[in-house]
């Protein structure tokens, strides 16, 4: 529902399950584009990424994600979350098809206020070519406490498999990336308020049945339509933006965002592209993490910071884990860096041939 959570089960419809696993979560919040395409049921599809909900349940799914540079693709026509975070992205089989479609969806759109305006880019272009002195960054604020161990030991492989290729492994290292997280769902809830105060059961969307007032329309509208997370983030973000908390809170948030952002410039001053798990551990059990909001929220540790700089990550498939279930790899890179990004996921997918994966529940079993 509104794009909020890391696994399908706030859907105001339908939970999706896993095609590797159906007792296990798809990832989410756009958990129905990734399965959709690891099922085989389509070439590609959509799905729009706040803090992670592309690359996460590609990873959980075992296929490509992408989230492009905050800017690259129109976000008109998407139902907003968060503004200035969210962005729409491709999940494909491939690495190829990814830059295919992302040659479809990028462009400057007039609706779009904060749409980029660079011309004709064909992502296929330089795909090919290898990274070969490549420098490739590994910080070890992506490896800490909670990382499953199958997910650092793929992460590895992948790393010796970057080298053998010709690129250069290089330490890089964050100090303000523990902050992330709590700016995030600061921002994030704040934002959500403000863009869903519009479903207010006049303009559009569900309107309760019976009222006696329009304050009473207004609250039973409100309370009847959204989910228990949408209200959640409403409650949180409304609480973050009151005058008195303002300061302390979406201010600070802010301030973080700020230090986020320069924290990755000066990591993308010494690396062409970072290399990190895509979340910390493979897909969880359907019902294992709904009690626990905060449990639920610090599987977006590693993606959330990337929204928070705008800039641009691709997921693709590392692994699999000792229950068979796909374990993603992220690369980063800075604002526009898309190109590079294709480059070194295509080169790594070649190697070691994990592409085009096959869910064990797909549609064509
Ligand atoms: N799981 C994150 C959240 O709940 C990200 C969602 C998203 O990217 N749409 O906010």
């Not at 992502?123 to 490896?143: M, P, R, S």
């Not at 992460?155 to 053998?164: D, G, M, N, P, Q």
């Not at 809830?189 to 863009?195: I, K």
């Not at 300061?247 to 993308?268: C, G, H, L, P, S």
């Amino acid at each position: 529902e509104f794009a909020m959570g890391s696994s399908t089960e706030n859907s105001a419809y339908k939970k999706t399950r896993n095609p590797w696993n159906l007792n296990k979560v798809p990832g989410g919040s756009s958990g129905g584009s990734a399965v959709a395409v690891a099922a085989d049921t389509a070439f590609y599809t959509l799905g729009s990424d706040t803090g992670g909900s592309i690359r996460q349940p590609a990873a959980f799914c075992g296929v490509v994600g992408m989230k492009p540079t905050y800017g690259l693709v129109s976000r008109y026509g998407l139902v907003a979350f968060a503004s200035s975070l969210d962005q729409i992205g491709p999940f494909t089989k491939d690495v190829e098809d990814c830059a295919l479609v992302l040659n479809a969806i990028v462009g400057h759109d007039a609706k779009d206020s904060t749409s980029l305006n660079l011309g004709k880019i064909d992502y296929t272009q330089n795909l090919k070519q290898g990274v070969k002195g490549l420098k490739i960054g590994v910080a070890k604020e992506f490896f800490g406490e909670g990382l499953q161990p199958e997910v650092r030991k793929s992460l590895e492989e992948a790393i010796a498999i970057y080298k053998t290729l010709g690129a250069e492994i290089v330490d890089v290292s964050f100090q303000h990336l523990d902050y992330a997280l709590s700016a995030y769902y600061m921002i994030s809830s704040a934002e959500a308020s403000s863009n869903l105060a519009r479903y207010d059961g006049i303009r559009y969307g569900f309107r309760a049945e019976e009222y006696s007032d329009l304050v009473d329309l207004y609250k039973k509208t409100r309370s009847q339509g959204f989910g228990d997370e949408v209200k959640r983030r409403i409650m949180l973000g409304t609480y973050a933006l009151s005058s008195g908390y303002y300061d302390a809170y979406y201010k600070k948030a802010m301030q973080v965002r700020t230090i986020i952002k320069a924290d990755f410039d000066q990591v993308f001053g010494g690396c062409d592209v970072l290399l990190t798990p895509t979340a910390p551990t493979t897909a969880f059990g359907i019902g294992e993490k709904t009690s626990n909001p905060l449990e639920m929220y610090l599987t977006d540790i590693y993606t959330v910071p990337v929204n928070i700089a705008g800039i641009p990550g691709v997921s693709i498939p590392c692994g699999l884990d000792n229950n068979g279930m796909p374990i993603g790899m992220q690369l980063l890179g800075p604002i526009l860096s898309e190109e590079t990004l294709l480059k070194a996921a295509w080169a790594f997918e070649q190697e070691s041939g994990l592409t085009n994966l096959k869910a064990p529940l797909g549609t064509e079993v």
